[in-house]
């Protein structure tokens, strides 16, 4: 997801992550768009804008459901997205009367926006425990070095002598402050799509809000005002991504700058070698670290190219989502494996004198 080169095996894990590409992944994703379909099909049923006889026949047809995926990529490449392709394989073996009970009233954004909503949460349960795990190396490394004597340095000049636990402490806090805030985003985001056609929420005739309640219920999640065209929820994941990345890449970029020859105030176990220079010890994870947080800044920058929607949809915004959210929450992956496998290497913090 992030690049072609770097998902090569020539870069190893560095800026990979398996759990968060396998949410990703053609099965998952659209697992999800199918979960979205089910739970439209009871909600049509339940709230009587279809017969249930031909809402139960469409149901057993979507639980027996298997995507051909070599033809939902060829329906993409004609449609711009696979839902169009998805739908059509659902309804194939159906007859013509039970086809209404699949998707009628929905739309493709409906589908993929819920389905992004679904892996987005799948993932940053993930980083849940990811930061715990951070936040317990940061707190042991603080019980073995806090009082270790370092320099404070301000715009890369020494300033003032101040510890080791003063400068983990540093760390830790806006690390901690992450980790609350990813309880609170999880939440938050956690809202169905259901506006269909043009983003009025106005099929079925007459229990629209009755359906959107039902397929949020079932999907674990709420209804909130349409959100076709106000993609602030996307935003708000980024930000959150980008605030995690660049909490840990001020942690690499702090460990690189300590490990420097003449500095020497963080030893470091397993750090990289050069191919030219054997003396050299180099900080790899840090430098790892600083380059996924400009990265997924960057791409947040560009993330923020969605909130501009013509009209009732936007093709061109819409797809910038799916190009740079999935890249961001592997490459914010990445970082928290980096930064944990980083803070195990260390063996030592304190001034070189101190021991």
Known sequence: MSNAL?????????????????????????????????????????????????????????????????????????????????????????????????????????????????????????????????????????????????????????????????????WRTPMRARRERLDLLIDEIGVVQVGGAVGLRDAPAGCAETVAASVARALGLRVSPVWHTDRAVMLEIGHWLTALCGTLGKIGQDIALMAQQGIDEVRLDRAGGSSAMPHKQNPVRSEVLVALARVVGGHQGILAQSMIHEQERSGAAWAVEWMTLPAMLELSGAALDNADRLLRQIRHIGAKDAG
């Open 6 to 170: 770097t998902r090569t095996q020539l870069w190893g894990t560095l800026f990979q992550d398996e759990d968060v590409a396998a949410e990703f992944s053609a099965d998952r994703f659209c697992a999800r768009m199918v979960q979205f379909e089910t739970a439209w099909t009871r909600a049509l049923r339940d709230a009587g804008a279809v017969p249930s006889d031909i809402a139960d026949e469409a149901l057993a047809a979507i639980a027996r459901f298997e995507p051909d995926f070599a033809a939902l990529a060829r329906g993409s490449d004609v449609d711009g997205l696979p839902v169009p392709a998805l739908v059509r394989q659902m309804k194939a073996a159906l007859p013509e009367e039970a086809r209404a009970a699949i998707h009628a009233g929905a739309t493709s954004q409906d589908v993929i926006d819920t389905a992004m909503i679904l892996t987005v949460r799948a993932v940053l349960a993930i980083f849940k425990s990811r930061c715990d795990a951070i936040l317990r190396r940061l707190e042991d490394l603080d019980a073995r070095f806090a009082d270790n004597p370092i320099s404070g340095r301000t715009r890369m000049q020494l300033a003032l002598p101040i510890t080791a636990g003063d400068r983990i402490e540093d």
